[in-house]
């Protein structure tokens, strides 16, 4: 009685669970990183990004004033450590209360706030919660003040910089153009060629296709790091070297396996009965292939069309080794990997906004084939 047209199984209920819990596992991260993509490299490095609306700690530094007045054998200079433009930038509002001050880089917290830090030979410095403080020092200060370091709140600062510093960076518009001339030719040469090579696999009938189909499901399991220097001597043997025409030759070497796999598998799965008519009304092979296979493959060939795209819009490996270091060469991934992070060592925040940059383009694509991967497979070719 469990198996009655129109009853629910029994365990649907864990089935919803699991691909809820599926789907928070990728959106989480996902709004974790859009969410820092709009934070400053201080806040990312005090808070998590669920606390993004919460004040964060921060340690500046600065220095205080030299204007001192006579303080008995002593002299005395007083002012608010806000004054200093230093001590400012480091705060994107207006400051909150200070915890803890010091003296030294190593030790930014070596005194509560509003107690009074001896530095030795009589010199003394006292710094308030609100920034005010008072230098005690024997000698007259010089040219340049006490320096000082504190730990301050900072309230939340959700800003645009980390996507103005990755859309203004030096060619990143070339670099954008250049993705664009890698990843759509390598999108397409390998679906034309694995669409040819899927229909003679799959209904096509000579000697050692099977061998064939072996081969290529063995060539699914070979990491392209092995074959990366290879392919690289090959490609200067002949000419194409580190061009646009050598990764284009990369990628359709590296997607093709896949591409001839899905694509066979699809094709071997059309009916029949289809094809057989076909060929007893007189069509030929390339008639067949164009005219009834392609258009009921359109499903497969979108689906193997976005991975491919995506692969390759994303790539960073291939395109460090098929394309020149030249700054007018370099797509998107080398130009963040090389000239923002490269320079700016851990930045997540220009990270974040990268990779948000760098997936508009392929949501675009997924989105506009995504309608292909629900239609029917054989809509309207059977009545």
Known sequence: MENIAGKKPALSWAKNIAMAAMVLIWVIPTFGLLVSSFRDRDQISATGWWQAMLPVELTARART??????????????????DDEEARSYFSGTPGDISAFGTRGAEPTTYLAGTTGDLGDGETLTVNADGSYVWITPEKPGSRGQRVYFAAESPPKLTLDNYRTVLSGDNMGRAFLNT?????????????????????????????RGLLIAGIVGLLVVPIQLALVPVLNLHNDIGVGQSFVGIWLAHTGFGMPLAVYLLRNYMAGLPRDIIECARVDGATDFQIFTKIILPLSLPALASFAIFQFLWTWNDLLVAKVFLPSADEAKVMTVKIAD?????????????????????????????????????????????
């Open 339 to 383: 000239d923002l992070l490269g320079s700016r060592g851990g930045d997540w925040g220009i990270l974040a906004a990268a990779a948000f940059v760098s997936i508009a383009v392929p949501l675009g694509v997924f989105f506009s084939l995504q309608r292909f991967l629900v239609r029917g497979l054989l809509a309207g070719s059977v009545k």
């Open 180 to 208: 664009l001339i890698v990843a759509v030719p390598a999108t397409f040469i390998p679906i034309l060629v694995a669409a040819f090579a899927a229909y003679s696999l799959a209904w096509m009938e000579f000697p050692i």
């Open 65 to 82: 004033g030299t204007e001192a007045t006579p303080d008995g054998p002593l002299f005395r200079v007083e002012g608010n450590i806000f």
